[in-house]
């Protein structure tokens, strides 16, 4: 990592194309809502800014979780809106937020004192949440129309836009999801709120019903834009890009005989004479220590199992079945080859987990 040069190759490609292509994609699935694009996380892992320079055109605007993030953003030069989906955490950054066009998410007590009291040079757009459901953020459903009335009533704040969160996004016949589509129409007509954002991914991607009750307003698209499926359950939407390739060099391969053990623990037996190679990627690099023996790489186009357990810097992979290895060759993690969901059900998480905790000593590089 010396001065950005790297010896390992372990790397995470970010395929910028297909950020592109996946953001077009979603701006056309939600026109003629707005899309927002979601960037939080260091965009899910893919590093923000090589994110947002790819996506800027397609998306009217940014949402992170918090305003160093967003600040972030704003030192890189995007001038676009920012929305702060937690909102703000002190009174200290609403002037920070009028002076770089931060809007905040307004779901909480201190959050709207802290408006109502504030001196600000410009003020401010907000986002009004609702707790619909999911009981994680935002406002009881009966309190929301006073909250409105007091946030539309101040000098402060310019427009409002009401949202809520899904907890079962994607999932229409949920009764919850039902519920919480009853409890934001009414709030919507209770205050007559002229923007409004409910769908994230999941509801942009899984049914034209959603498309067209949602259309007008703000779609809030994160993880489609980087070509993955938000929902397990279902294929991924047919045109979307995996955007992260995560490839490790294989660095050893050693024949075994038949009852030897291999890795920490020594719980890998071979039932056969073997052929083990040994991955340059570890649970420090992000990679799940819980994905057991069997979980999947891929090499020379082929699946081959990891055997025995992931270690902090390396793994070991079963390449017995594949022909004509040797050390420097090339493995995928996960990628457009080899579903991040895969990998996600063997470690038992999603997909988004995987993405996110990729490590920082992994490069990001652009492709
Ligand atoms: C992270 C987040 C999103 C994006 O969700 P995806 O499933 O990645 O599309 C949308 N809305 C809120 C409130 C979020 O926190």
Excluded at 183 to 197: G, I
């Amino acid at each position: 990592m010396a001065n950005g040069v790297h010896f390992r190759t372990t790397r995470a490609e970010i395929n910028r194309a297909a950020l592109t292509h996946n953001a077009k994609i979603m701006q056309s699935l939600s026109a003629p809502a707005h899309l927002l694009g979601v960037v939080k996380a260091d965009a899910y892992g893919h590093g923000m800014l090589v994110a947002a320079r790819a996506i800027d055109e397609y998306v009217d605007a940014f949402a992170v979780a918090f305003i160093d993030e967003a600040l972030l953003l704003r030192e890189a030069g995007f001038i676009k809106p920012i929305v702060l989906l937690e909102g703000c955490f002190s009174a200290a950054e609403l002037p920070i937020c009028a002076h770089y066009n931060l809007q905040p998410v307004v779901h909480e007590q201190s959050q709207l004192d802290a408006i109502a009291t504030a001196k600000l040079v410009r003020p401010l757009s907000v986002w009004l949440k609702v707790d619909t459901g999911m009981h994680r953020l935002g406002w009881d459903p009966e309190r929301v129309v006073a909250v409105y009335a007091e946030l539309s009533a101040c000098p402060q704040v310019t427009s409002i836009t009401l949202m809520s969160h899904f907890a079962n996004s994607g999932e229409d016949e949920h009764p919850v999801t039902q519920l919480q589509r009853q409890r934001f129409a009414a709030a919507c007509a209770q205050t007559k709120v002229l923007h409004q954002s409910l769908g994230n991914s999941a509801a942009l991607t899984s049914s034209l019903k959603d498309y067209e009750q949602l259309s007008g307003h703000w779609l809030r698209a994160g993880v489609t834009l980087y070509g993955v499926n938000p929902d397990m359950q279902k294929q991924v939407h047919a045109e979307l890009r995996p955007v992260m390739r995560l490839v490790a060099p294989v660095i050893a391969l050693r024949h075994i005989a038949e009852g030897e053990r291999v890795g920490y623990g020594s719980g890998w037996i071979a039932e056969r004479p073997s052929l083990i190679a040994t991955l340059a990627i570890g649970y420090a690099d992000g990679y799940p220590r819980h994905c057991k023996s069997g979980t999947p790489v891929l090499i020379h186009g082929q699946k081959a199992p990891i055997a025995g357990t992931v270690s902090m810097d390396m793994i070991t992979v079963d390449v017995t079945d594949i022909e004509g290895i040797q050390v420097g060759d090339e493995a995928e993690l996960w990628g457009p080859h080899l579903s991040v969901h895969e990998i996600a059900e063997h470690a038992g998480t999603i997909g988004y987990e995987l993405l996110t905790r990729v490590s920082a000593r992994v490069p990001r590089v652009e492709v």
